[in-house]
């Protein structure tokens, strides 16, 4: 007897939200109990915090807001516990992070119909993501990102993930959170180097994407140095949209193809975090990345000198140090063995993201290695002289 294969196909829909408010755990704001609320209003809900360090050190009361906040919707939120952790790439660092988030769903009994809320930083959205992914082969998880970069990036797209094997992001999952909320209020105590360094991954997807919303970034760099909430609140809700927009039209979400256009500038970004032992901010390592592939893009005929130097003076003029850190022939080689590793990261054939003007993406499968130091040489003597 022969047996035919059994053939199937699925389709799973996923729908989240990204919200946008200030003081979210003020007990006259209705937004997270409603977001509860739109899940099951019939019964309460379990939830588990799980608290950057960093964020709770700047505002003290977070953690009794958080408490009374729930205790005064106690029909629909039933508070657990909150676990603070270490924020920073130390979060995605260590396994013994995950198995704090793991053990505090075991043992306040988090199951699917329950939540884990994530409030930090990018690393701390990132770990706890996926702790609360492999618990139960998935738990609800809401994200409230705190710093520039994880509330227009990081926190708005469907991954999470780890770093082991000295390579960032190794250990992974693609799993939706059930919804996003941005709070404004958090990004008042950020520390300048992390209010700037979030402004990369908005002029990563602009290069690629959107000339005018590059030239917005543009125009108003020392706004955005200098602080200035309004623009920064366009800058992170027009990044978070195209974000988000890519996620669900760019035809790829889970990235089971080769040609991944948001990790555009971090083959290197990935690499000069590691070889600084992460003292780099991603979103300093990512505008290096980009100032070097630029570098590279110019070289290579694919962009004028006037479009490179609209790039770097952009990014300068808001704050970013774009010199690299290579102090030596070997290290610029070491550098460039990132290249392989993001092939390897990808799987298949290598794709880089490089652009043929500003907000055109154009993909890449081989780099040339010497034009790429010259990149590099060129880049450093640059920044190296000002």
């Known amino acids: 007897m022969i047996l035919?294969?059994?053939?199937q196909s699925f389709t799973v829909q996923y729908?989240?939200?990204?919200?946008?408010?200030?003081?979210?755990?003020?007990l006259g704001n209705p937004l997270f109990v409603d977001i509860i609320?739109?899940?099951?209003?019939?019964?309460?809900?379990?939830?588990?915090?799980?608290?950057?360090?960093?964020?709770?050190?700047?505002?003290?009361?977070?953690?009794?807001?958080?408490?009374?906040?729930?205790?005064?919707?106690?029909?629909?939120?039933?508070?657990?516990?909150?676990?603070?952790?270490?924020?920073?790439?130390?979060?995605?660092?260590?396994?013994?992070?995950?198995?704090?988030?793991?053990?505090?769903?075991?043992?306040?009994?988090?199951?699917r119909h329950s939540f884990v809320i994530a409030l930090g930083g990018g690393a701390i959205i990132d770990m706890v993501g996926y702790a609360a992914a492999i618990a139960h082969r998935g738990v609800k998880l809401i994200r409230i990102p705190t710093t520039v970069l994880s509330q227009n990036d990081s926190a708005v797209g469907v991954k999470n993930s780890v770093n082991i094997f000295n390579k960032k992001n190794f250990l992974g999952t693609f799993a939706p959170p059930y919804a996003i909320i941005n709070d404004s209020d958090f990004l008042a105590t950020?520390?300048?180097?992390?209010?700037?360094?979030?402004?990369?991954?908005a002029i990563k997807v602009a290069l690629i994407k959107d000339r005018s919303f590059f030239e917005y970034i543009s125009d108003n760099a020392n706004a955005l140095r200098k602080r200035e909430l309004e623009p920064m609140?366009?800058?992170?809700y027009k990044c978070a949209e195209m974000h988000m927009y890519h996620i669900s039209q760019g035809g790829d979400p889970f990235e089971s193809?080769?040609?991944?256009?948001?990790?555009?500038?971090?083959?290197?970004?990935?690499?000069?975090?590691?070889?600084?032992?992460?003292?780099?901010?991603?979103?300093?390592?990512?505008?290096?990345?980009i100032a070097l592939d630029v570098t590279y893009a110019k070289l290579m005929g694919l962009i004028t000198s006037a479009e490179l130097n609209a790039i770097l003076e952009a990014m300068t003029s808001i704050g970013f140090n774009l010199t690299l850190p290579l102090e030596s022939q070997s290290k610029v080689q070491e550098l460039l063995e990132?290249?392989?590793?993001?092939?390897?990261?990808?799987?298949?054939?290598?794709?880089?993201t490089l652009i043929s003007g500003i907000g055109k993406k154009h993909d890449v499968h081989e780099i040339d290695m010497k034009v790429?130091?010259?990149?590099?040489?060129?880049?450093n003597h640059q920044f190296a002289l000002k």
Not at 60 to 71: D, G, H, V
Not at 372 to 377: K, N, V, W
Request: with cysteine.
């Open 338 to 352: 990132g290249i392989e590793e993001f092939r390897e990261h990808l799987g298949g054939q290598l794709t880089i």
């Open 37 to 111: 609320k739109n899940y099951k209003d019939y019964e309460p809900v379990k939830l588990l915090f799980v608290v950057d360090k960093g964020v709770v050190g700047s505002h003290p009361q977070l953690l009794e807001k958080i408490s009374n906040y729930c205790a005064s919707n106690s029909a629909h939120l039933k508070y657990t516990d909150s676990l603070v952790i270490d924020g920073g790439e130390q979060a995605k660092n260590k396994a013994e992070y995950i198995d704090m988030v793991l053990k505090g769903i075991n043992d306040n009994a988090i199951c």
């Open 190 to 201: 950020l520390e300048q180097r992390d209010w700037i360094s979030g402004i990369a991954e």
């Open 15 to 26: 729908d989240y939200q990204l919200h946008f408010t200030r003081d979210l755990f003020g």
């Open 233 to 236: 609140q366009y800058v992170i």
């Open 4 to 7: 035919k294969p059994i053939k």
């Open 372 to 379: 790429m130091e010259r990149a590099i040489e060129q880049l």
């Open 257 to 289: 193809g080769s040609s991944r256009p948001l990790d555009f500038g971090h083959w290197a970004a990935h690499k000069l975090e590691y070889m600084t032992n992460y003292e780099l901010r991603h979103g300093e390592a990512v505008a290096k990345g």
